[in-house]
């Protein structure tokens, strides 16, 4: 569907991508993970064509069309919450009564029904997200590319807004290349994930990924997830003794965060009573 060839960018003589290589099928989420300043944003860019390559090439169909969500929404000022959900589809010649009919239908999916005539000044963040999210899918985008678009939204919101493009996203069999920053969405939603780091684009294995998010434990050259061990009060040779720093309640959920021998912080889910007086110790299984 898209393939990305030997794509590089500098940015004042500065390396940010060195020949990297992408393939997207149809209906398949990517996900790119990578610290800050590491040129996630400058491929999305790349690909909407709103940067221009260095060298390497873009492959794709000429009718192949990319919608653009950004972390921050950038909505038109002086239209309304309509023509702006509206807009791309005036550009595409659709008649005034069409289009309107659509957006107000995106404007139901996005529960902002009743807010039309409202311009952006007048909406909240997260409002103003949920109207760049119902831009995008009102002229049927063949890719998605998602810069952050969940970052500065509250949980509750976050995680509807995540259900709703993910979920027309597979009835629509749209491909998706995703940045963040989180383990969640991560884990819930990637085909693939890859690592943006020093220019390279290298793809990731589920261990890897583990780690990355500090979700597992490396000891002797193995690889262990934190999803697979197992907390209790017993010793045994395929256990390491932790330190119990707090238990705490997330999303309906109990937790014990334990301080392993490195230092590092893990979040245990709560399966079993165990007794936090004695000694505890985490049991080992590999993934």
Wanted: charge should be neutral.
């Amino acid at each position: 569907m898209m393939e990305l060839r030997n794509i590089s960018k500098k940015f004042e003589g500065k390396i940010v991508l060195e020949c990297v290589n992408l393939s997207l099928k149809q209906g398949e989420v990517i996900t790119i993970l990578g610290k800050s300043g590491s040129g996630k944003s400058t491929l999305l860019q790349l690909i909407a064509a709103m940067e221009p390559i260095d060298s390497g090439e873009i492959q794709k169909n000429v009718e192949t069309m990319c919608a653009y969500i950004t972390q921050k929404p950038y909505l038109f000022s002086h239209m309304t919450v309509l023509q702006n959900i509206a807009f791309p589809l005036k550009c595409q010649g659709v008649r005034k009564k069409e289009r309107y009919a659509i957006a107000k239908n995106w404007l139901e999916k996005v529960e902002l029904f009743g807010l039309e005539d409202r311009f952006p000044y007048e909406l909240s963040g997260g409002q103003q997200q949920r109207v760049s999210i119902a831009r995008a899918f009102v002229y049927q985008p063949d890719v998605f590319l998602m810069d952050e678009p969940f970052a500065n939204l509250d949980v509750k919101l976050s995680r509807q807004l995540q259900h709703l493009i993910f979920n027309e996203m597979k009835q629509r069999n749209v491909a998706g290349i995703f940045v963040t920053h989180n383990y969640e969405e991560t884990k819930m939603y990637a085909d693939q994930t890859f690592l943006l780091q020093d220019g390279k684009l290298t793809t990731m294995s589920e261990q890897e990924v583990e780690l990355y998010f500090n979700e597992g434990i490396q000891i002797e050259g193995r690889t262990y997830l934190i999803s697979n061990c197992v907390l209790t009060n017993n010793l045994s040779d395929r256990s390491i003794a932790v330190l119990l720093d707090k238990k705490v309640h997330l999303y309906g959920v109990d937790f014990y965060v334990v301080i392993l021998p490195n230092g590092q912080k893990q979040f245990m889910k709560k399966s079993q009573e165990i007794n936090t007086i004695v000694p505890l110790y985490l049991v080992l299984k590999e993934g």
